[in-house]
């Protein structure tokens, strides 16, 4: 759907519902009566000069604030604040008006319900608006093709927040680096297309692009302005993403210095604060769950008894916060000395990176596949969460074999605590490369937010039940 449409249908929909929203303080003013009840009535017919006026002044109030603009990436709240804004700016210019006019009848707290309908009924609207783009674009309808020039800490960036967010409405058909030593990230679902170099050629081959974000060093300043009027030339819209010492926006501090302005960086964590937060929600979900998953880890330990011998539990060293090592509690799901054959199996590694993964692994026992499928032998994880050593939400713990293997950016992962999921589980699990999963977690860690844990945990849950991506 593209934004123009978006745009006619937001504000034909908000002048609909502003209109609803006056009507409906009229009946809480004159029918209902909340709160300050009164002996005579007026006709609605009355109230629709007012009514008429106040639609004009928010037209305006709207425009000026630009409510209609849209902006992907913005929060519900964001766009609150500006309706709320534009809304109670109209408000006080429509008593600017009565106050001149006089006009007759008149209702202050009538005014007052419209000021609190429109606010809601637009604020409503918009979230209906977002919910239903999120669901289309996540099943990639009307989507707009985009291009990411640049394989630097500022192309990864843009890159984990497009893979994090499919909900702002971006597909992304390929990247192109920047000649560095580092030019193929190790990205499954979005191909390298060579060079910023082959930018006029892949404008050709792909007309149908709708944005290219330029992420390359800052010292690339001619090759950046080529790139600008290649894209000009395509009508294909352009946007340069600041590269500030090729490091993410998210890290970079603004100070101000007695009138002097302040760059500074700042490690990439979670406040004090949000680990405290982020610890509550943990202990309660384990308090809230803990007496169904210990009848569930009975029932299944004894299934694992009877299907194969060997112990039930299975406990991995992994890398926690900041390299610190652990043990991660698992149920068994492969035969007794699985490990002594990995070596043998090494050839069919299907997993990128240092990570090893097999779809038909042939060490899984009859119940480790059901178990693998349904995530099932992650339970005992709870244990691990409950100690402190895991989080519910997190990065995936890593092998000390893997951790060695990782390059400088991979080791961003590692700032928090590992957890049982996060947006590597709901965004593909094992069908991610695993590139795509660390840009995913430095994503978590940069964006941490409590909703954020909890909108993962919701998502988690069909993600398991269907077993997408798990192997």
Known sequence: MKNQTIRTITIISDLILINLAFAFAYLVRYR?????????????????????????????????????????????????????????????????????????????LLIFWALLFIITFVGLGRWLRRFILSVLYRRGVRVDRVLVVGSG??????????????????????????????????????????????????????????????????????????????????????????????????????????????????????????????????????????????????????????????????????VGKGGKTFNMIKFRSMVVGAERQKAALLAFNEASGPVFKIKDDPRMTRVG?????????????????????MSLVGPRPPLREEVAQYKPWHRQRLAVVGGLTGLWQISGRSDLTFDESCLLDIYYIENWSLALDVRILVQTIPHVLFGRGAY
């Open 153 to 318: 800490e500022a192309g990864r960036g843009v890159i984990r927040t497009l893979l994090a967010r499919p909900d702002i409405g971006y597909q992304v058909v390929g990247y192109l680096d920047d000649g560095s030593s580092e030019n193929n990230i190790g990205l499954g679902r979005i191909p390298h297309l060579g060079t910023w170099e082959n930018l006029d050629q892949i404008l050709r081959e792909q007309p149908n692009l709708h944005t290219v974000f330029i992420a390359l060093p800052g010292e690339m300043h001619q090759p950046i302005l080529t790139m600008l009027r290649l894209c000009l030339r395509h009508g294909v819209r352009a946007q340069v993403v600041p590269d500030l010492l090729q490091l993410s926006l998210n890290r970079v501090e603004f100070n101000n210095m007695a009138g002097i302005p302040m760059l500074s960086v700042r490690d990439v964590h979670i406040s004090r604060t949000g680990l405290l937060l982020k610890r509550v929600l943990d202990l309660a979900v384990v308090a809230l769950l803990a007496l169904p998953t210990l009848l569930a880890m009975a029932i299944i330990a004894l299934i694992i008894r009877l299907d194969s011998p060997g112990p039930i539990f299975y406990a991995a060293e992994r």
């Open 369 to 389: 596949r059901v178990l693998r499928r349904l995530s099932l032998d992650e339970l005992p994880q709870i244990v691990n969460v409950a100690r402190g050593e």
């Open 32 to 108: 209902w009566q909340w709160f300050y009840p009164i002996q005579f009535d007026e006709p609605y017919s009355d109230y629709l000069g007012q009514q008429a006026i106040l639609t004009l002044l928010l037209i305006l109030t709207f425009s000026q604030n630009r409510v209609w603009q849209r902006r992907r990436g913005e929060t519900w709240i964001d766009e609150m604040a500006r309706i709320v804004w534009a809304t109670a700016a109209g408000i006080a210019l429509m008593m600017a008006v009565t106050f001149f006019l006089q006009p007759s009848p008149f209702s202050r």
